[in-house]
C-alpha cells in the first residue's frame, strides 16, 4: 500500500513552466511503475507519462518534447516538469503508482493554463 501527495499545481500563462512532485508514504525504490494523469474537465482521465523502476520513461504525444517525467527513489518522490505550457495542458493531475498489481492514486492538483 502506499499513499500518495502532489504538490506543484497552479495557475502559469500560455508558454510558462511548471513543476509538479508526488511524495509517497513509503520507499518508492521497488515501485515498478509510476506516473502522471491528468483529467480536463469533461474528459477522460488520460496518461501523460509513466516512469518504471529502471527510469525507462514513456509520454504521451502531448507530452513528448515539452513534459520531464523523473523520480528520486531517495525522496520517495516523483516529478513531471512541464514547459511550453498550452491552455489544453488545464486540468487536474494525478499521480499514480502500481503496488502488487493494485493502483493507486493521489488526490490530484489544478494546473490552470491562462492569461
Known amino acids: 500500500q502506499v499513499q500518495l501527495v502532489e504538490s506543484g499545481g497552479g495557475l502559469v500563462q500560455p508558454g510558462g513552466s511548471l513543476g509538479l512532485s508526488c511524495a509517497a508514504s513509503r520507499s518508492i525504490s521497488n515501485i515498478a511503475l509510476m506516473g502522471w494523469y491528468r483529467q480536463a474537465p469533461g474528459k477522460q482521465r488520460e496518461l501523460v507519462a509513466s516512469?518504471?523502476?529502471?527510469?525507462?520513461?514513456l509520454y504521451a504525444d502531448s507530452a513528448k518534447g515539452r513534459c520531464t517525467i523523473s523520480r528520486d527513489n531517495a525522496k520517495n518522490t516523483m516529478y513531471l516538469q512541464m514547459t511550453s505550457l498550452k491552455a489544453e495542458d488545464t486540468a487536474v493531475y494525478y499521480c499514480?503508482?502500481?503496488?502488487?498489481?493494485?493502483?493507486?492514486w493521489g488526490q490530484g492538483t489544478q494546473v490552470t493554463v491562462s492569461s
Open positions: 499514480w503508482a502500481i503496488v502488487l498489481a493494485r493502483s493507486y
Open positions: 516512469i518504471n523502476s529502471n527510469g525507462s520513461t
